[in-house]
């Protein structure tokens, strides 16, 4: 997968997200519709025997709501980017869960006692953080050693117009050089140090056509 610069970041309509409920696209993995409050974005939850988990925060409505209880409630929120952090002050509040987020962007959230890392925090045995600094300077990845490996890239890497995970360089992107490093570091560690077979991205989601995560061509 080659690293593409200076494209733009395609916009979708975002179509009653309060009345779409999240959809599992792989098992005990959930995407939440677009959420206007961060941007378009996409927010996962993740079923977990040790606590059920969502990355980024979607919007904060009646339905959400209602998915989250049926879940069994929510233990941790875990952050991508900046960008991600939408109500999470209150969805914190609402669901008592601890607030994962990288030290650079910990600033954000002064109202809240969150739990930083610097390089990489083990959520549980199966679920890592990882510090992708480049699209914004506490970018992580949530990686999900379930369903053959699954990373969660925030903005980190997107989908292109061929549906392929890429870092595209946009006018909120901190440090393109940077991000392109991280980039390299963090597909080393894929599968020398952990399976990857999927790749749910935090937006651009409509570029997929449908498909709930990018596919990982071994090779690729």
Known sequence: MQPESNLPVPSFPIKSPATKPPIEILPGIFAFPPNRDTLGGT???????????????PA???????????????KF??????????????????????????????YLLPQL?????????DINDSIHAIWTSGHSPGSACIYYAGSGGVLFTGRHLLPNQ????????????????????SVEAIWAQFP????????????????????????VVRGA
């Open 43 to 57: 927010a996962y939850a993740i079923r977990s025997p040790s606590g059920n988990i969502l990355i980024d925060s």
């Open 77 to 106: 929120l875990a952050i991508t980017h900046r960008g991600g952090i939408g109500a999470t002050a209150t969805i914190a509040a609402a669901l008592s869960c601890e607030v994962i987020i990288q030290e650079q962007e910990a």
């Open 192 to 215: 020398s140090q952990y399976p990857l077979t999927h790749i749910c991205p935090g937006a651009n989601t409509g570029l997929l056509r449908g498909r709930g995560s990018i596919l």
């Open 162 to 181: 061929f549906g392929a995970a890429v870092p595209l360089r946009t006018a909120k992107t901190f440090h393109w050089n940077r991000q392109l490093r």
């Open 60 to 74: 904060w409505n009646d339905v959400n709501q209602q998915f989250i209880t049926d879940l069994g409630g929510v």
């Open 113 to 121: 006692k969150v739990t930083t890392f610097q390089n990489k925090f």
